[in-house]
């Protein structure tokens, strides 16, 4: 492959991981890091015209939240087209890793805030009326607790700390029991608020 055939290659590979950014906010981004950038870069770049230094593409992958060794690889294209359906699932599902990690911090938040307010309506939650909505409480907390997304304790930990600390896990039992238990404790929890344990057991 040429020099010239591999800048359009990289730019055609550019354009793909840019995605849904704009030419002018990746080169605001970039100019935001010392480089001489314009819109009109990133089109040169794109079309093949200007070639991509190997600096500028580290701080590319970075600004487009990819890992540099496969950012790299894709830019290049060095494994060919054959291997592009394996490419896209990455970008899917680095995109969707990205959407769960910044998510995290506010299910969190939301998840503390909840175990509060069902820990303070505990009575009227057990009124036979309330039951779906005590059932639908405990199966949010459950879904945000540690058990379920290991990636949220530490997130969980901070929203805790804000709320008081273990002065609030005490509180807030056994709604808190959801959060940081485990199978047992969250089925002896559910037993205590009159439910069925986890899975019918």
């Known amino acids: 492959m040429s020099k010239s055939d591999r800048d359009e290659q990289i730019g055609r590979s550019l354009v793909g991981i840019r995605g849904d950014m704009s030419q002018a906010d990746l080169a605001l981004r970039m100019r935001e890091r010392g480089y001489k950038w314009s819109a009109s870069t990133v089109w040169a770049i794109e079309k093949g015209d200007r070639p991509l230094k190997l600096t500028e593409a580290v701080d590319v992958l970075e600004i487009l939240g990819i890992d540099l060794h496969p950012g790299l690889d894709e830019l ?11 490419r896209d699932r990455i970008r899917q599902m680095d995109a969707s890793r990205r959407t769960v ?20 309506l505990r009575e009227q939650l057990e009124e036979p009326g309330s039951r779906y909505l005590l059932e639908a409480t405990c199966d949010a907390l459950e879904f945000a607790g540690v058990g379920n997304l290991g990636a949220i304790a530490d997130h969980l930990r901070t929203a805790v700390d804000h709320a008081g600390g273990p002065e609030w896990v005490e509180h807030s039992r056994p709604f808190s ?18 439910l069925e344990p986890h899975g019918g057991v």
């Open 101 to 120: 990690s910044e998510a995290l911090p506010a299910l969190a938040d939301d998840a503390v805030h909840l175990a509060t307010y069902a820990a303070g």
């Open 76 to 86: 290049l294209n060095a494994s060919g087209p054959r291997t592009e359906i394996i």
């Open 177 to 194: 029991t959801f959060l940081f238990g485990d199978e047992s404790e969250i089925n002896q929890a559910r037993e205590s608020l009159g």
